[in-house]
């Protein structure tokens, strides 16, 4: 199996608060999970890969301290938006990758619509 | 350094066509793998294949076919006979060795069947 959920699907908060958002592996154990964000007609873009029971990997220019990420347990991981504000209005994805699995394919949460007013 | 390059940013094709999506990478790794994913628009990705670099054979599954060589690092998508269906934006993307497999994506294409 390669089931993927993000909670919620989509959030609209008010600038300077915080939004958590869940990413589960359903049916799958996931060592690893990756959070993506996307805009308007453009690619995916990595900001972070996540561990279970270590720090996660952050990409060059990605604000640690802005986007929180904790991979607690083999089927969750979350992405804390700090202090959020319209310009981290976005499309956020999680994805996971079944270990079981040799092909490295990354199966996909079906996203979190984020705007911050 | 990996990347990958889909060059068409947008195709529109009218019902019944066939259609080509390219895809054109470059990584100095030996071993490695590529795929594709569909992005329709509700927004989650759907995994549609996955090739490794020792296998060129190129694969069929119903109206969808993709062509892979290693030669011209391409690794093309075709759909026959396109359905409405299968307006959507379609990624290519790279999976090297290290940095945990994460995978690097193409800008996509976003293809458009009209009826």
């Known amino acids: 199996g390669a089931v993927v959920s993000q909670h919620p699907s989509w959030v609209i908060c008010k600038s300077g608060t915080s939004v958590k958002i869940e990413c589960r592996s359903l049916d799958f154990q996931a060592t690893t999970m990756f959070w993506y964000r996307q805009f308007p007609k453009q690619s995916l873009m990595l900001m972070a890969t996540?561990?279970?029971?270590?720090?996660?990997?952050?990409e060059q220019g990605v604000e640690k301290d802005k986007f929180l990420i904790n991979h607690a347990s083999l089927t969750l991981s979350t992405l804390t938006v700090t202090s959020a504000h319209p310009e981290d209005s976005s499309f956020y994805i999680c994805?996971?990758?079944?270990?079981?699995?040799?092909?490295?394919?990354?199966?996909f949460g079906p996203g979190t619509r984020l705007t911050v007013l | 350094a990996q990347k990958v390059t889909q060059a068409q940013t947008e195709i529109s094709v009218v019902e019944k066509e066939d259609v080509t999506l390219d895809c054109v990478y470059e990584t100095r790794d030996t071993t490695y793998y590529l795929f594709w994913y569909k992005q329709p628009p509700s927004g989650e990705l759907v995994f549609l294949i996955r090739r490794n670099s020792f296998d060129e054979q190129n694969e069929i599954s119903g109206r969808y076919s993709w062509n892979f060589q290693k030669s011209t690092s391409s690794f093309n998508f075709t759909i026959t006979a396109s359905q409405v269906v299968d307006s959507a934006v379609y990624f290519c993307a790279l999976s090297v060795s290290g940095g945990y497999n994460k995978l690097i994506f193409g800008a996509g294409t976003r293809l458009a069947v009209h009826p």
């Open positions: 994805s996971a990758r079944n270990p079981r699995l040799a092909g490295r394919e990354q199966f």
């Open positions: 996540s561990n279970e029971g270590s720090k996660a990997t952050y």
